[in-house]
Nanobody, 124 residues
């Protein structure tokens, strides 16, 4: 069983930065894809970014390219999401998810394991 724990969310002003962390335990994490998704109030959960842990290949939603960066740290079993130049419409609960071989890295139902989420609020 894979466990995912997110941290790093909080309240930040427009233009600020946050770094989210997703720590993975319970299995050989280097075999997994890890994705970040977000869900704003009244909206569906949407894809943000993903990383293939074994080779480091990254994937981004068009809406966050150039603004967010996903990375991983093997020694810490952690995937990071660096978020810069934050805007109010980035406000959401951010979730990390993991799967050995998601059919589509941008689809939430392709992931079997989920964290509890961390709130990101960007004030104007």
């Amino acid at each position: 069983q894979v466990q995912l724990v997110e941290s790093g969310g909080g309240l930040v002003q427009t233009g600020g930065s946050l770094r989210l962390s997703c720590t993975v335990s319970g299995h050989t994490f280097t075999h997994y894809y890890v994705g970040w998704f977000r869900q704003a109030p009244g909206k569906e959960r949407e894809f943000v970014a993903a990383i293939n842990w074994s080779n480091g290949r990254t994937y981004y939603a068009d809406s966050v390219k150039g603004q967010f960066t996903i990375s991983r740290a093997n020694s810490e079993a952690t995937v990071y999401l660096q978020m810069n130049n934050l805007k109010p419409d980035n406000t959401a609960v951010y979730y990390c998810a993991a799967d050995v071989r998601p059919e589509d890295v941008s689809t939430s139902r392709a992931y079997d394991y989920w964290g509890q989420g961390t709130q990101v609020t960007v004030s104007s």
